[in-house]
């Protein structure tokens, strides 16, 4: 019986040892190893994927941007072809009033100056 307890001690040191201690750090770097094999590619998959459809996402929204800029643009230069054209017809109106104006500015100074000579020769002859 002694050998038995003898055994039943160099048994229990064994399992309560450092040798299981080890063992026990084995086996669960193994199992969590087996479980990060199994489930972290699927989830690396699917965010691969996320970012996958939300690249394809933008780059929709960077299309319609560029569609947006290009109308935008168009419409810009249409709205400054007609601005030019307006000006334009501007120019055709008032360029010959600019004549005419003269003319009245120019009756007008000639009739002050008159009128001017006229006070002041009468404001003269007058004393």
Do not use: C
Not at 6 to 24: D, I, R
Not at 38 to 63: M, S, T, W
């Amino acid at each position: 019986m002694e050998g038995d307890s003898m055994n039943e001690e160099s048994l229990m040191m064994l399992l309560t040892g450092p040798f299981s201690g080890l063992a026990l750090a084995l086996v669960m770097l193994w199992g969590i190893g087996k479980m990060v094999a199994k489930y972290v590619p699927k989830i690396v998959d699917k965010h691969l994927h996320q970012i996958d459809a939300q690249i394809e996402a933008n780059g929709k929204i960077v299309d319609r941007l560029d569609q947006m800029r290009e109308a935008v643009a168009e419409q810009h230069t249409q709205q400054t072809e007609a601005m030019r054209k307006a000006v334009a017809g501007l120019h055709g109106r008032l360029n010959p009033m600019e004549n005419d104006i003269k003319e009245v500015k120019t009756f007008l100074q000639l009739s002050s100056n008159a009128a001017a000579t006229a006070r002041t020769e009468g404001g003269v002859n007058g004393i």
